[in-house]
C-alpha cells in the first residue's frame, strides 16, 4: 500500500493571553506589540516605540486589560474556547464530506497554541499539505500578513518545504454575507425595531491604509454587501471602526463617537454586528457589548442590542468548509483518490 499523502488545515486566530493576570496579559501584549506588523515604524521610530513599550505600556496597560479579561474569562480566554469549538465543527463537518479527511487544528500568531509550533509539528508527523485559515475574513498587513511571515520563516529552515496555502481573505464571500445576514435576521425576529444597524470593524492606523493597506475597502465591501442581502436602505446601517490604540489617527468613523452622536440625535434603538470578528473576543464582549452600550445609553439612546459573532455557528463551518473545498479542493480529492486506490488494491 502506498503512503497516503495527509492535509491539514489550521484555523489561525490573533492570539489572546494564557489567564487574565497581568504576567500573562504582559507577556503576550509583549510578543504581539512588539511584532513590526502591528506597530510599524523603523530606526529611531523604532527605538523609540521599544522604549515607549518597555516603560509605559508594558508596565501600566497589562494591569488594566487583566481586569477587562477577568470580567469575560470563562475557564479559558472565549477567543481560545471558540477557536476550538471551529476547529472540532469544521472536523466533523469536513468527516461527513470526504472519504478521507483532513485533519483540523488551530494555530495563534501569538499566545498559546503558537501558529510556528504548530506547524513543526505538523511537518513532523508528515503533513504535507497544509491549509491556513485564518479568522479574518478581510486582509489587513496587521493581521493576515503576520501568518504569512510566520509560515516564511518556518519554510526558511527546511530542506523540503512544506506545500502551505493562507486563505487571503473572504471579506466578500456569498457564504460569508449570507451567514452575517443570517445571524442579523435572526436577531431581528427575536427583537425587532432597530433604527439603525452598526457594523463595527477592528480599526487600524489611518496612516497603514493611506500607505496601501487594503483592509478598509474590504470592509466597507463587506457591509455594502451586507446591507444589499437584508435590502437596508441608505441610514438605516453604518459602517464604523473600533478598538483605538496610542495617540494617532485611526480609521474613522470611530464606533464610540459615533454612538454618542445618533444617540444625541435622538436615535434610541440600535442593532451592532461586527463582522471582522468571527470569533467572540475581549474586543467584542467587554468593548462592544458592555463598555460601547454604556456609551450610547448615557448619551440618551434606550436598546442596544449586539449580535454575537459567527463563532462555530453551522453557516459559519460551511464558509470554512467552502473555503477548504475552493482553495485545497486538489489536495482533498487526490488523497480521497488515493484511499479508494489502495483499498482497491
Ligand atoms: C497597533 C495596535 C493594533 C492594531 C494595528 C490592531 C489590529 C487588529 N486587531 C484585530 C483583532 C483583535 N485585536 C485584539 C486585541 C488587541 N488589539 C490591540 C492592538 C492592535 N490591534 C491590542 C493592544 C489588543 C489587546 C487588548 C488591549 O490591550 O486592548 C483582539 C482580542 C484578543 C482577545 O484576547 O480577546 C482581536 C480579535 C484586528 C482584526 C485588527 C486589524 C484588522
Ligand atoms: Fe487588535
Ligand atoms: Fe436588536
Known amino acids: 500500500m502506498s503512503e497516503m499523502s495527509k492535509t491539514a488545515i489550521i484555523l489561525a486566530n490573533l492570539g489572546t493571553p494564557d489567564e487574565p493576570t497581568p504576567s500573562a496579559v504582559r507577556r503576550y501584549l509583549r510578543e504581539f506589540l512588539s511584532d513590526q506588523r502591528v506597530v510599524e515604524g523603523k530606526g529611531p521610530r523604532r527605538l523609540l516605540w521599544l522604549a515607549v513599550l518597555n516603560s509605559i505600556v508594558l508596565t501600566f496597560r497589562p494591569i488594566k486589560v487583566a481586569k477587562l479579561y477577568a470580567s469575560i474569562w470563562e475557564q479559558d480566554s472565549p477567543m481560545r474556547r471558540i477557536l476550538d469549538e471551529q476547529v472540532a465543527a469544521l472536523q466533523r463537518s469536513l468527516s461527513l464530506k470526504h472519504v478521507n479527511p483532513p485533519d483540523v487544528f488551530s494555530g495563534m500568531t501569538y499566545g498559546q497554541p503558537g501558529l510556528t509550533p504548530r506547524l513543526q509539528e505538523l511537518a513532523g508527523k508528515g503533513y504535507q499539505h497544509i491549509l491556513i485559515i485564518p479568522m479574518y475574513p478581510q486582509y489587513s498587513a496587521t493581521t493576515t500578513a503576520p501568518i504569512y511571515d510566520q509560515v516564511a520563516k518556518f519554510q526558511l529552515g527546511r530542506r523540503e518545504v512544506v506545500d502551505i496555502r493562507i486563505v487571503k481573505s473572504y471579506f466578500n464571500h456569498p ?22 444597524l452598526i457594523l463595527s470593524y477592528h480599526g487600524i492606523p489611518k496612516e497603514y491604509a493611506d500607505k496601501g493597506d487594503p483592509y478598509p475597502q474590504q470592509c466597507h465591501e463587506t457591509s455594502r454587501m451586507l446591507a444589499r442581502v437584508l435590502d437596508l436602505k441608505d ?44 470569533a467572540d473576543c475581549l474586543e467584542t464582549l467587554e468593548e462592544i457589548a458592555e463598555e460601547n452600550k454604556e456609551v450610547f445609553e448615557s448619551a440618551g439612546g434606550e436598546h442596544y442590542h449586539y449580535i454575537p459573532a459567527l463563532n462555530s455557528a453551522g453557516c459559519f463551518i460551511n464558509v470554512l468548509s467552502a473555503l477548504v473545498n475552493e482553495q485545497a479542493g486538489d489536495w482533498l480529492s487526490k488523497s480521497d483518490l488515493h484511499n479508494e486506490a489502495s483499498h482497491g488494491a
Not at 457564504?175 to 439603525?196: C, D, F, N
Not at 478598538?243 to 459615533?258: C, H, I, M, N, V
Not at 444625541?264 to 468571527?278: M, Q, R, S, W
Request: charged fraction near 20%.
Open 235 to 278: 441610514g438605516e446601517w453604518m459602517t464604523t471602526f473600533q478598538s483605538r490604540f496610542g495617540p494617532a489617527e485611526w480609521l474613522q468613523p470611530y464606533t464610540d463617537k459615533t454612538l454618542e452622536k445618533i444617540a444625541g440625535e435622538g436615535v434610541k434603538n440600535i442593532d451592532v454586528v461586527c463582522p471582522a470578528f468571527t
Open 175 to 196: 457564504l460569508y454575507i449570507q451567514a452575517l445576514a443570517g445571524s442579523v435576521r435572526q436577531h431581528r425576529q427575536v427583537s425587532p425595531g432597530a433604527e439603525k
